[in-house]
């Protein structure tokens, strides 16, 4: 952010910061911008205003500032304006004010050298994870189930469509089964968890549900779930207003344990009491890996807290398995190393098409690598932007688009898989296949896949994807083919 030409040398700023600080990144940029304010004009005294859920007061007392203040001390746009009228009730006269408002974008590029910052960031991400998950219980609430009982039946709802969202929720279906004797398992997901799912002997019934299925399939769902008991149904990583209609039917039938996940968001007040769920557990985005978040579902359920693995699952069929071995027979790949290069992606920025043409040219020249560039149907024009780009004479380069368990089963056996933060690089993940992804800064704790074997690109700078070169890339794929890294790679 650049400071504004007016700000003042002398006298007292009062910096009111509009925007909740509930992620490191915000974070850092907020010290950052602070320390540029102090460097200007050290005569200055500055107080800044704020507004945070997190209750830790340590990490804010180490921005370099004169004083903190809290805007609220809750979430909701009443309390924001009831705060805002108080501090201007009490401003001074004289004092000059500069407002952070959204969209002020807290795209920093981290702490670079600038004194005391790491460490404060450092803290600040800690506190968060300390006060992680924020619960809300309701008085009367069910205690934790015997671990001893046996059959218990738990529902899940998944209202998230993305592939990604129902790979995560792998260590929580085998979770229940470490946990408790022989649980019976329902998930209601969307339509792609049929396939990634599949051969999941986690998993007991899978009943299907798209959020765009609407009234009529919602009407569906519950005709099927007519006359059922549950134990605990756990309403995992969606907002209320996409699992309402369901917890609603389930406390009607009287299931006892309803537990809703949900992040925080700085402009609702989301601990407002829900008499629909007994729990309720609020996450500040970027404290977790995502896996693990919602192993916290099982909070409520459980005495004291079992060691849990939070490896992601998936299950490749033979009848894949089989396609794919004759897929790569005909491509000449059945005795060739081989990467698996996915350029697509959903909900996270994308390497260049262009860039990923470049770097399937030199993995197939420098490294000797067969290629397969893989998409989904959604993603043709995408891919033929790639095809474009690589021209004619790349023999042992294929752009492909293959069913998703063909695709996995291809993966299975790849050497490497090189991708964007999205739902290949955590099939990678649960396949132990290593790869390389692009990553933004932000996503890259939310995200990022557990283990060692998986290496992050980012940028520093301006969170530009586009900023990263193919050298760097051949580079990382390099390092990752001799040896297996625990950490992201800065760029």
């Known amino acids: 952010m650049v400071l504004p030409p007016d700000l003042p040398r002398s006298g007292r700023l009062g910096v009111v910061c509009l925007r909740p600080i509930h992620h490191v990144l915000e974070y850092e940029a907020l010290f950052r911008l602070m320390a540029a304010i102090r460097e200007r004009a050290p005569a200055l005294e500055v107080v800044l205003h704020l507004r945070s859920a997190l209750r830790d007061e340590a990490s804010f007392a180490r921005l370099p500032v004169h004083r903190v203040t809290r805007l609220t001390e809750r979430g909701g746009r009443g309390a924001l304006a009831a705060g805002l009228r108080r501090l201007i009730r009490d401003w001074e006269p004289g004092v000059a004010a500069l407002v952070l408002a959204p969209p002020f974008e807290f795209r920093s590029p981290g702490c670079g050298d600038i004194e005391g910052c790491a460490a404060a960031a450092q803290e600040f991400l800690a506190a968060l994870c300390r006060e992680t998950p924020l619960w809300r219980v309701t008085p009367g609430a069910p205690p934790p189930l015997d671990r001893d009982a046996e059959g218990l039946r738990f529902l899940i709802h998944q209202a998230r469509f993305h592939i990604g969202d129902v790979l995560w929720l792998t260590p929580l279906l085998r979770a229940l089964h470490q946990i408790f004797r022989r649980p019976v398992v329902t998930l209601v997901g969307p339509p792609v968890a049929a396939t990634v799912l599949a051969g999941n002997p986690h998993l007991s019934e899978l009943l299907v549900h798209h959020p765009s299925d609407g009234e009529e399939g919602r009407r569906r769902l519950l005709a099927a779930l007519a006359g059922r008991s549950f134990d605990a149904a756990l309403f995992g990583w969606v907002r209320r207003s996409e699992s309402r209609w369901l917890m609603r039917a389930m406390a009607a039938a009287g299931v006892p344990r309803r537990i809703n996940l949900e992040y925080h968001d700085g402009f609702l007040d989301s601990r407002e009491p829900w008499d629909l769920a007994t729990h309720e557990g609020w ?128 993966l299975a056996r790849a050497r490497l898989a090189v991708s964007n933060d999205s739902a290949p690089l955590h099939f990678a993940a649960a396949l132990d296949v290593p790869a390389l992804y692009f990553a933004q800064r932000e996503k890259l704790v939310h995200s990022r896949p557990a283990g060692t074997g998986y290496m992050a690109l980012y940028d520093s700078r301006d969170n530009d994807l586009g900023r990263i070169s193919v050298r760097q890339a051949l580079g990382a794929v390099r390092e990752i083919l001799t040896r297996q890294l625990p950490s992201p790679t800065r760029r």
């Open 283 to 410: 996450f500040f985005w970027g404290t977790m890996p995502s896996p693990r978040l919602l192993l916290h579902a099982l909070d409520p359920l459980v005495s004291g807290s079992p060691e849990l693995d939070e490896r992601l699952e998936l299950h490749v069929t033979e009848a894949a398995r089989h396609r794919a071995g004759e897929l790569l027979a005909s491509l000449g790949l059945s005795a060739r190393l081989f990467a698996v290069l996915s350029p697509g992606g959903l909900s996270s920025r994308c390497w260049p098409a262009a860039s990923f043409a470049r770097l399937a040219v030199a993995l197939a020249e420098e490294l000797d690598l067969g290629v397969l560039i893989e998409g989904s149907p959604g993603e043709a024009p995408l891919l033929r932007e790639i095809e474009a780009a690589l021209g004619a004479g790349h023999r042992s380069i294929h752009v492909r688009q293959d069913p998703l368990d063909v695709f996995a089963a291809l």
